[in-house]
């Protein structure tokens, strides 16, 4: 397991542009598969965009494709989220996670580190 620590989430406006970062612990990252995912209050939390260790393989949730892109920098062990176009539907607490891989997963169960999650708020 790897220690996840996720940030940059806040209050934006419909429309705008939030990136989140997630800063790993270890010397290992390049090892992990790396996903984000979401979860609004009363819904289950799912996978907004994963990709697998080479960072070539992905996979966006339907909601968020064309808006969205994960990307990870291995050297810095840092995975990104950049997100644009919001829209209040993505308001929801979101979290990093990690796993062995080494391909992308869209399964809360292919991963078995997790941050604490960031708040995003998007207002209309």
């Known amino acids: 397991q790897v220690q996840l620590v996720e940030s940059g989430g806040g209050l934006v406006q419909a429309g705008g542009s939030l990136r989140l970062s997630c800063a790993a612990s270890?010397?290992?990252?390049?090892?992990?598969?790396v996903g984000w995912f979401r979860q609004a209050p009363g819904k289950e939390r799912e996978a907004v965009a994963t990709?697998?260790?080479?960072?070539?393989?992905?996979f966006y949730g339907d909601s968020v494709k064309g808006r969205f892109t994960i990307s990870r920098d291995n050297a810095k062990n840092t995975v990104f989220l950049e997100m644009n176009s919001l829209k209040p539907e993505d308001t929801a607490i979101y979290y990093c996670?990690?796993?062995?891989?080494?391909?992308?997963?869209?399964?809360?169960?292919?991963?078995?580190?997790w941050g604490q999650g960031t708040q995003v708020t998007v207002s209309s």
């Open positions: 996670a990690a796993g062995k891989g080494p391909y992308a997963s869209r399964f809360l169960n292919s991963y078995d580190s």
């Open positions: 990709t697998g260790i080479s960072g070539r393989m992905t």
């Open positions: 270890g010397r290992t990252f390049s090892a992990y598969a």
